[in-house]
């Protein structure tokens, strides 16, 4: 169900990539207003509130309890995909955000779709005249919060509102048009939100090449921390939870301090690399979250914040709280 497709290569969001609460605390945010307990949209889900993060399963058990709830009144998908704004995203919003361009944003997101909270698969077509990114479900919450979410994405990445239309597999409903801002077309062949192709070549307003080359980066980090494919994934996934003594690393994953070496010389890496390369992730995601320069230093496992900020000079040429005034001007 959850697999999406980018010029014909299959990304898997469903099974092995976790993902953060945001998407939860929109679809409590929007059962709370219509009534319906936290406790209820939680039954079963076996998430705490106080997790970092959950998977894809977890998720959609809390989608399937607020629509049991609610009952499925059309634009409910909608009101939940409407608060699930950029800032949502952390490093991969900034990623879009700072992009050159409509279409390398929209090539950019769908190659790290794994760090977003999708649900569904998605798959984007582009003919010489139109742009479509299709939502392949036939579960019609699903089908309005992903469409509402892009349509909702498309237009913070622009600044603007462009000309578009959703064609949808469902029966006629005037919520859908008013809620969503745009002409709808149902019992389309298909689900999808579909604009003319030239917008994919329109300048992005908020554009900057340093920021986009740093975000793109940590997302690459982060996508090997959440899916350890290789022994760089797994070194890379223990020092994001804060184990960063090299023998301590070896003796989690069983193996000699010498060897633990040998095998990173062979991936072309280093554990001083991997730690760096993970910390500066971590440090962009915790800035763009509201971390302070101290919670992010201490997180990280500096010994004080004037040790981090110097490291964070070395990776990005500025401060802490200079990086972090930029990306909220954006």
């Not at 309890?65 to 409407?82: E, F, K, R, S, W």
């Not at 919450?141 to 237009?155: D, K, Y």
């Not at 997180?299 to 490291?311: Q, V």
């Amino acid at each position: 169900m959850c697999a999406s497709c980018l010029n014909g290569r299959q990304v898997d969001v469903s099974g092995q990539f976790r993902r953060g609460l945001a998407g939860v605390h929109a679809m409590l945010s929007v059962g709370a207003s219509r009534g319906v307990p936290a406790s209820t949209c939680l039954d079963g889900a076996g998430i705490s509130l106080q997790e970092s993060e959950i998977c894809v399963s977890q998720e959609l058990r809390v989608a399937r309890n607020l629509v049991d709830a609610v009952g499925h009144a059309p634009g409910l998908g909608i009101t939940v995909g409407q608060r699930m704004g950029l800032r949502a995203y952390g490093v991969w919003g900034f990623a879009l955000l700072t992009s050159p361009t409509l279409r390398h944003a929209s090539d950019l997101g769908l190659r790290y779709l794994p760090l977003t909270y999708a649900l569904t698969s998605l798959r984007m077509g582009v003919t010489a005249s139109e742009v479509s990114l299709v939502v392949s479900s036939d579960a019609p919450f699903l089908v309005e919060r992903e469409i509402a979410t892009i349509a909702g994405l498309v237009r913070s990445l622009l600044g603007a509102s462009p000309s578009m239309r959703v064609e949808l597999r469902l029966p006629p409903s005037p919520v859908y048009s008013s809620m969503l801002g745009v002409p709808v077309v149902f019992d389309a062949p298909h689900n999808a939100l579909v604009a003319d192709a030239s917008v994919l070549e329109q300048p992005l307003p908020q554009a900057d090449p340093v920021t986009m080359a740093a975000c793109e980066q940590a997302c690459r980090t982060l996508v090997t921390q959440r899916v350890p494919a290789s022994l760089s994934g797994a070194v890379r996934a223990l020092v994001a939870s804060g184990v960063t003594d090299a023998d301590a690393i070896a003796l989690r994953l069983h193996l000699s301090a010498r060897t633990l070496r040998r095998r990173l010389a062979l991936e072309h890496t280093s554990l001083r690399a991997l730690v760096s390369e993970t910390r500066r992730a971590a440090a962009f995601s915790l800035l763009v979250k509201g971390c302070t320069v101290e919670q992010v230093s201490s997180r990280l496992g500096y010994t004080d914040a004037a040790t981090f900020i110097r490291a964070f000079r070395r990776w990005t040429g500025t401060t802490p709280g200079a990086w972090r005034c930029a990306a909220e001007y954006r």
